[in-house]
């Protein structure tokens, strides 16, 4: 399925995209079917039904595989549903070692789905301790989400794959891509299995859809995986496929202009006298900083740090700011703000929240592509009036 053919930013552009052969619009038409006709019972084009297949998703997928230098992807209904699916691939008895910083959603699917079927998820720091702490003879996938959401602490995946690969139970290492995106982090090149994307993010990167993929370069996996989804659905509709594809054209531009701005506004932030700490890959202070530099080709467009006070503070700052909206998500052109403890984290119990350190002071910033005077000034104004 993949087109390895150019650098990124050509790919972006020109992977999966083909003039249509009865017209020659340059555009991947979106294919507003379910069905197609057979001419003989078995005998059609490669396409039987849409949830099993859709020429816009095919452009997706194809497109999505060569952004990650993988060989095939799947599109899905969004990340989550991806999550899902491959922890379809485990049977009752398996274990799952995760981050123990990952998006609230995907730890909710873990403990209060997964677990019911009987499959449990061990929550480990990686940045601390070695895989083989955590690893049980039941380890049969490792979950690594890197940069974390919301910590943003960075996962070596080269050294977390190497230990993976040691275990005699051999488990399927997953990467979580979406904050870094393709353009900043490849994960397939540094040993992964799959990676994992919420498209609703950068790589749509315009807000306006909920999608996920799952790429690898394992045929036999990817076969699993389209069983699977196949199986249970959880497809992407033809017009949310076409809008991805559309998103993805300038992934490239928009990516460097997230961590532009964001790497801009992390140094600022450090320095401001409303701010006492700030997590950003690219700062020198990160704890993971040298990890980031090795396997990352950038820092990305996400920044957290803790203001000044509480909950009173964090949340006069989430009142007065102007430019940033208040809104859970992340990835879109706009700069959008977040409190994980209340917002996007919420369903993460709350004395493991405090374990992790996701405090009321704790604020996540998505930084967009607008001007960078304007984010700087808004979070300043809002940043005096929270003390
Ligand atoms: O929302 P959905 O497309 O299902 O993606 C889930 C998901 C998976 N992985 C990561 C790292 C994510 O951040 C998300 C979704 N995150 C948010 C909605 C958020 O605001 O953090």
């Not at 993949?2 to 020109?14: D, N, P, Q, W, Y």
């Not at 294919?31 to 019972?41: C, G, L, N, R, W």
């Not at 959603?105 to 301790?129: C, N, Y």
């Not at 996701?358 to 996540?364: A, Q, T, Y």
Request: proline share 5%.
């Amino acid at each position: 399925m993949s087109e390895k053919k150019g650098r990124f930013e050509t790919l972006a552009v020109h992977a999966g995209v083909k003039p249509d052969p009865s017209t020659g619009a340059i555009m991947t038409p979106i294919f507003a079917t379910s069905t197609y006709v057979q001419v003989s019972p078995g005998k059609h084009q490669g396409y039987d039904y849409s949830r099993t297949h859709n020429p816009t998703r095919t452009a997706l997928e194809t497109s999505l595989a060569a952004l990650e230098g993988g060989k095939h992807a799947l599109a899905l209904s969004s990340g989550c549903t991806g999550t899902d699916i491959l922890m379809h691939l485990l049977e009752v008895g398996d274990h799952v070692v995760s981050v123990d910083d990952v998006y609230g959603g995907t730890s909710r699917l873990f403990r209060t789905i997964w677990a019911k079927h009987g499959v449990e998820t061990s929550f480990a720091d990686l940045t601390s301790r070695p895989l083989t702490d955590f690893a049980t003879s039941k380890t049969k996938m490792v979950w690594i989400e890197t940069p974390t959401n919301p910590l943003l602490k960075i996962i070596d995946i080269e050294k977390v794959v190497a230990a993976a690969k040691k275990l005699p139970t051999k488990p399927i290492v997953v990467v979580d891509n979406t904050f870094a995106s393709p353009y900043y982090q490849s994960p397939l090149e540094l040993g992964a299995d799959v990676v994992l994307h919420s498209t609703t993010k950068y790589i749509n990167g315009h807000s306006d859809v909920v999608g996920g993929a799952v790429i690898t370069n394992d045929q036999s996996l990817l076969s699993r995986l389209h069983h699977i989804q196949n199986s249970i659905g959880g497809v992407p509709g033809p017009f949310d496929a076409f809008l991805v594809l559309r998103g993805i054209k300038t992934l490239a531009l928009r990516m460097k202009r997230h961590g532009e701005n964001a790497f801009e506004l992390a140094k600022w932030l450090e320095q401001h006298p409303a701010v006492d700490k700030v997590l950003y890959p690219g700062l020198e202070s990160h704890p993971q900083h040298a990890i980031a530099k090795k396997q990352m080709k950038g820092f990305g467009g996400m920044i957290t740090f803790f203001i000044k006070g509480n909950l009173e503070n964090a949340r006069k700052f989430l009142e007065a700011v102007k430019v940033f909206a208040l809104a859970e998500s992340l990835g879109g052109v706009e700069s959008l703000v977040d409190h994980p403890a209340i917002m996007t984290h919420a369903s993460i119990p709350a004395e493991t929240r405090k374990a992790l350190g996701i405090s009321d002071n704790l604020i996540r910033l998505s930084v967009g592509i607008e001007a960078i005077e304007d984010l700087k000034e808004d979070l300043d104004n809002a940043l005096k009036l929270s003390q």
